[in-house]
């Protein structure tokens, strides 16, 4: 705690959660492996806590106050904010700080109709109930739930039996606090200025009641405040300071406030207490979009757009919940101009994360499985005009948009926020459907949303220390009225889910490859599922259970990917016929891809029926080939032939046309020809003995003594004189050179078996 800061008309109060990847046993996964600006879950665990501690603090307390929470150790099992709400309380609690505490924290579950009290994230999982209570001795002060359509009696069992725990947890604090003993800071409310209050009432009597009471709506509200605000700060001007003014004319309107809506019971628009103000809906506004739904309330008027994504676009968490990834995102704008003001734009505040994270949870419980929608969502809701609860606004823009997108929701889901007016003895009155003015100057803002079935999300703040029971009960009671109200309007502009998503949507098709396949629709280091999406176009998502996801807005580009990934997967049978493209050539034969990453190979005596002495006589790279499967290795490789394909009658036009031009052999064993070499390998040379007929002189028959290297003897384009020496069943003809010299390397001219002398 600081001293006072002067000038301020607010009590600044920080809280943040820094999470420590160790203490889950993880490095972080960011660039530089080091905890870098807050995620979403320390953003809204920082709200959490905020919202039930601020009211305990005296209500012109200036003095800043940080409150930093740091998670040491973390089992993965067991949620941390409720420790986190509970601790910031006993921390508070046992500091010299002047704090109205303790208070407790607690969250429920409900599982197969029985409550479950601080259950576990596995248990959070499988609940239909997922609700944080806070409250002090005297009542609660806080709540943020998501509920799986459950009816209000449910829900409110459950937080009486959370404000039950949150005793114990209260008085265990107060236990501690005696034992800590440490006194606290003397504070003395200021308050407002009474000299100031006095003047101000004498100068304006009942303007600020005749101001409500006259205004149009919130700009002409506005308009006539700021006047009445501005005539006082010029007449007190010399008599006081300019926030002890603006100190006054704020007692004033609360208290001109209260009297009209408990005494006359009129609010300051002029709506009885229950009264929703004007509703309208509208959908399909925006063409090239996914989905689109415009929701007014009153001069609140929220635009949603909803877009489809494949499972490859769903959010990657690093935080320190067992939650990786996202399916479902709603993201929430406030821009300054949707009240009527220039202000920063950027990155969104913890307002806005907040908000949208509420109307995320909300529609939630309406959301089909991935398994029968496999898309990843996302809804912005753009605050275009705001006069109170935009946040519920969003929950109505949101439903409109899903359903305008084809996303077969369970039902659609209405938002409201009711609020409370206090006054003396226990008195109050809820109201539906607040306004700005009415959030401003009002004691609660109980937001609730769901379906005609059951609540969704709830979340309570309030500015007093507690709100009772009975408050809670009427509260539930007229959100439950006023979401009916919306939720026919909202049927009226749609009465059902789209039949089909937008032709502008991605199509998602699911196929399933078999688990052992999945390594090969991936490919080394993802080369095959790249090269796929970078042929067709389409997105291919693969999980690990087998189960592909290939999505395009084009079905042609869907359908080829969704083939290419058969190929891959499938299996090559013995006697299946292929025409492929010659990837590699070898010494030995060709490579040719059958199908996306599976090849074969021909071997150099598979490619003719008649002898072929280098494969590049017969192929070039690229070239297309068509093969017949003769066979598969232990290993699984595949072994081709394009000869077999003339002998089957099968063969194309091209390959009958060589095998007319395979050459009739007519040589003999022993027969001794001079011919030029063509080709030379590393275990020997080939010789053309006559137009398109070869032999092939092994290295050891090059010379009389060891030879290391062929290019050691002869070069390609050389004459050489060479004996026949042998022509095996398949007609590949065996030379020799050496059988031709003698011991001194000279040539014998009729060899070694012709001395008969």
């Known amino acids: 705690m600081s001293e006072p800061r002067e000038g301020i008309d607010f009590f600044p109060l920080t809280v943040d959660l820094e999470e420590r990847h160790y203490s889950i046993g993880q490095i972080p996964g960011s660039f530089f492996r080091r905890e870098g600006r807050p995620t979403t879950l320390a953003i809204l665990t920082d709200r959490l806590i905020d919202r039930p501690i601020r009211p305990l603090f005296p209500k012109d307390f200036k003095n800043e106050v940080q409150v930093i929470v740091t998670t040491l150790s973390n089992d993965k099992e067991t949620p941390f904010d409720i420790l986190a709400l509970n601790g910031v309380s006993a921390a508070l609690s046992i500091s010299d700080i002047p704090f109205n505490g303790p208070m407790g924290a607690t969250r429920m579950g409900y599982i197969d109709g029985e409550f479950i009290v601080n259950p576990s994230y596995s248990q959070i999982a499988e609940s239909d109930l997922d609700i944080v209570v806070a409250s002090s001795n005297d009542g609660v002060s806080m709540m943020e739930a998501g509920a799986n359509q459950l009816d209000e009696s449910i829900v ?22 005696k034992e800590a003993g440490i006194p606290k800071v003397e504070y003395t409310s200021r308050g407002h200025d009474p000299k100031a209050v006095e003047k101000a009432k004498s ?20 308009s006539k405040l700021d006047y009445i605000k501005s005539n006082l700060q010029e ?60 929701f007014n309330r009153g001069e609140t008027q929220i635009l949603g757009v909803a877009t489809l994504g494949s499972s490859g676009d769903a959010q990657k968490l690093d935080n320190l919940s067992p939650e990786t990834t996202k399916r479902f995102m709603l993201h929430y704008n406030f821009p300054p101009y949707s009240v009527g003001e220039a202000g920063r734009v950027g990155s969104p505040g913890r307002r806005e994360i907040g908000h949208g994270a509420l109307a995320e949870r909300a529609l939630s419980a309406v959301l089909p499985s991935e398994e029968d929608f496999p898309y990843t969502l996302r809804v912005v809701c753009e605050a275009l005009s705001s006069n109170g609860s935009t946040s519920m606004g969003s929950v109505c823009a949101g439903t409109l948009c899903l359903m305008d997108a084809g996303v077969p929701i369970s039902a659609p889901v209405a938002g409201i926020s009711v609020g409370l007016v206090t006054g003396e003895d226990n008195e109050y009155v809820t109201l539906t459907d607040i306004q700005g003015l009415e959030d401003h100057v009002g004691d609660m803002d109980f937001k609730v949303a769901g379906t005609s079935k059951g609540i969704t999300a709830i979340q309570l703040d309030i500015k007093v220390n507690s709100i009772s029971f009975d408050v809670i009960k009427d509260a539930l009671a007229q959100a439950k009225e006023g979401r009916t109200e919306i939720l026919e309007v909202i049927q009226e502009a749609i009465p059902e889910v789209r039949t089909d998503v937008s032709p502008h949507a991605p199509r998602i098709e699911k196929i399933m490859v078999p688990v052992d396949k999945i390594g090969a629709v991936i490919g080394p280091g993802g080369k095959m599922i790249r090269s796929i999406v970078e042929q067709t176009g389409a997105t291919v998502d693969i999980q690990d259970d087998g189960t592909v996801l290939i999505g395009s807005s084009d079905a042609e580009a869907s359908e080829k990917a969704k083939q290419m990934v058969r190929d891959v997967t499938r299996e090559v049978e013995v006697g299946e016929i292929f025409t492929g493209k010659v990837a590699k050539i070898a010494s030995f034969g060709a490579f040719v891809e059958l199908l996306p990453g599976i090849d074969g190979m021909v071997h150099i005596s598979e490619l003719e029926n008649y002898r072929v002495n280098a494969v590049e006589d017969v192929l070039t790279l690229g070239d297309e080939i068509t093969v017949k499967v003769i066979g598969k290795d232990n290993s699984g490789k595949i072994k081709l032939s394009k000869k077999a394909l003339s002998s089957d009658g099968n063969d194309s036009s091209d390959n009958q046309s060589q095998q007319s031009k395979a050459p009739k052999i007519e040589v003999e064993v022993d027969e001794i020809i001079t011919g030029k070499v063509v080709n030379i390998a590393s275990f020997g040379a080939f010789v053309e003995i006559s137009p398109d007929v070869d032999g092939m002189i092994h290295i050891s028959e090059l010379e009389n003594y060891r030879v290391q290297s062929v290019e050691d003897v002869v070069s390609v384009g050389d004459e050489v ?13 065996k030379l020799s050179r050496k059988a031709l010299l003698d011991q001194d390397g000279e040539y014998d001219e009729y060899g070694d078996d012709d001395d008969e002398s």
Do not use: C
Not at 271 to 280: G, N, Q, V, Y
Not at 721 to 733: F, P
């Open 721 to 733: 004189t060479v004996k026949v020496i042998a022509i095996d069943d398949r007609g590949r003809i």
């Open 156 to 177: 409110f069992e459950a937080i009486e039996i959370a404000h039950k725990t949150n005793l114990e947890t209260i008085s265990l604090q107060e236990d501690f606090v």
């Open 203 to 222: 100068i304006l009597g009942n303007g600020i009641y005749d101001a409500m009471k006259e205004a149009t709506d919130q700009s002409d509200m506005k």
């Open 235 to 294: 007449s007190l001007a010399e008599d006081f300071d300019k926030n002890v003014i603006s100190g006054a004319f704020e007692e004033l309107l609360d208290e001109q406030f209260r009297v009209r809506i408990l005494k006359d019971k009129v609010r300051p628009d002029g709506r009885d207490l229950k009264e929703i103000r004007s509703l309208s809906a509208e959908v399909s506004l925006l063409p090239r979009t996914h989905g689109t739904g415009l």
